[in-house]
């Protein structure tokens, strides 16, 4: 720790002592000092203790908040209803989360259009089989994509040796067809000399 005292000594009488003065001066610098560093220390551990509480108290109350939440959420999808027909009269008594997979099931094997939209056409489709089917259809095109180029090249590689192929077979056919054709003329001339 570091110390800067100032002794001021203007107002020392005849009768006083001036060691003394100095080291009344001294000590009270050192202890106002003292007294300052550690206030300050003391502040700064108080405010780091309080910031610390502060943050545990509301992690604590998140927390009890969100189990309270959740507790309700459940006990609401546990709570029992009565689940009547537009008359009024009792079709059903069940939990809220069973009215909700009913719901949900009800609305999967409802009919769609070939764009996913509701309908009692003769060719549409339960709804859990349209989105299956896009969902399968999306898959296959994640999987064949990569290999898609190299699709593409093996059938160009292909179609063109087969071309070449074909191009150098009819070459070597007229090729032997031009050759026989001179070979029989030279023949049928050196027979007519």
């Known amino acids: 720790m570091k110390l800067n005292i100032t002794v001021d000594l203007e107002w020392l009488g005849e009768d006083g002592d001036m060691d003394a003065e100095v080291k009344n001066e001294i000590i009270s610098g050192v202890k106002n000092a003292i007294s300052r560093d550690c206030l300050a220390k003391v502040e700064k551990e108080a405010s780091k203790q309080i910031n610390e509480a502060i ?15 959740i507790q309700f959420a ?11 027909d537009k008359w009024g009269d009792v079709q059903d008594c069940l939990t809220i989360t069973d009215l909700i997979k009913s719901s949900f099931d009800k609305t999967l094997e409802k009919k769609v ?18 989105l299956m089917g896009k969902r399968m259809e999306e898959l296959v095109q994640q999987k064949i994509k990569p ?15 087969g ?11 007229m090729v032997v067809a031009t050759a026989q054709h001179n070979h029989r003329a030279i023949e049928n001339k050196n027979n007519d000399a």
């Open 55 to 69: 943050t545990a108290s509301i992690a604590s109350a998140k927390k009890t908040i969100e189990q309270k939440a």
């Open 74 to 84: 459940d006990d609401w999808l546990e709570k029992e209803v009565t689940v009547t």
């Open 113 to 130: 259009d070939s764009s996913g939209n509701f309908s009692n056409d003769y060719n549409a489709v339960p709804l859990v089989k349209y």
């Open 147 to 161: 290999i898609q180029k190299e699709i593409d090249a093996a059938i160009t590689a292909a179609v063109n040796a």
């Open 163 to 173: 071309i070449r192929k074909n191009v150098s077979d009819k070459f070597a056919e």
